[in-house]
């Protein structure tokens, strides 16, 4: 059972354009959601989270927004730049395992020159 | 303190052979948490320690899987008669305790290939 689901699996966008990367969820116990962006051979880095008490979180070029009742979270990038081309998963935590967090399968982001 | 370490980087190991992987974390963290990412997946969750105390496994740590985490400090998590479904990435990440909802830092993880 997917619980956090990413279903692009690739996306391409243009360099200073908006880049959008979407997550359904299932677990209604979530109540902490995350995103992590990865290179090649290296690990998760930990990108901007929100909390389910807010609907959006922003940090610099990076937002996040959450649609609790729709089950869906979003990042948006802009402008959108060569180095954020990886690998972005979405991660949610909360209920009975509260404490480890639940993956979507990631959506690959290529930002073109 | 340069963040969660994790040795060795690549294992390559025959099948049927046992294999242990070490994990350093942030030092001030707590919580330590060892997931598991195949190709085209997200990581996996397979066990959550908290100081010294195995807290939580998942299911996918089958009775070939063990983990340890003496005073809880570094973990190790060793594999006995690999399995080539084995393969994967094995990534550690550590979290302070601070907050119930905090952000995990990643290693650069384990990346077994069982031959």
């Known amino acids: 059972d997917q619980q956090v689901k990413q279903n692009s699996p690739s996306l391409s966008v243009q360099e200073g354009r908006i880049s959008i990367l979407n997550c359904d969820y299932t677990?209604?116990?979530?109540?902490?959601f995350l995103w992590y962006k990865k290179y090649p051979a290296e690990g998760p880095t930990f990108l901007i989270s929100?909390?389910?008490?807010?609907d959006k979180n922003e940090d610099g070029r990076f937002t996040v927004f959450l649609n609790k009742s729709a089950k869906h979270l979003s990042l948006h990038i802009v402008p959108s730049q060569p180095g954020d081309s990886a690998v972005y998963f979405c991660?949610?935590?909360?209920?009975?395992?509260?404490?480890?967090?639940?993956f979507g399968q990631g959506t690959r982001l290529t930002i073109n020159p | 303190d340069t963040g969660v370490s994790q040795d060795p980087r690549h294992k390559i190991t025959k099948r049927g052979q046992n294999v242990t992987f070490r994990c350093d974390p942030i030092?001030?963290?707590?919580?330590l948490y060892w997931y598991r990412q195949t190709l085209g997946q997200g990581p996996e969750f397979l066990t959550y320690f908290q100081n010294e105390a195995q807290l939580e496994k998942s299911r996918l740590l089958s009775d070939r899987f063990s983990a340890e985490r003496p005073k809880g400090s570094f973990s190790t998590l060793e594999i006995q008669r690999t399995e080539q479904g084995d393969s994967a990435m094995y990534l550690c990440?550590?979290?302070?305790?601070?907050?119930?909802?905090?952000?995990?830092?990643f290693g650069q993880g384990t990346r077994l290939t069982v031959v």
């Open positions: 677990n209604s116990m979530f109540d902490y």
């Open positions: 991660a949610a935590s909360g209920g009975q395992g509260a404490q480890k967090l639940v």
């Open positions: 990440a550590s979290s302070p305790t601070r907050d119930i909802n905090t952000e995990a830092f």
């Open positions: 030092s001030e963290h707590n919580r």
């Open positions: 929100i909390s389910s008490i807010k």
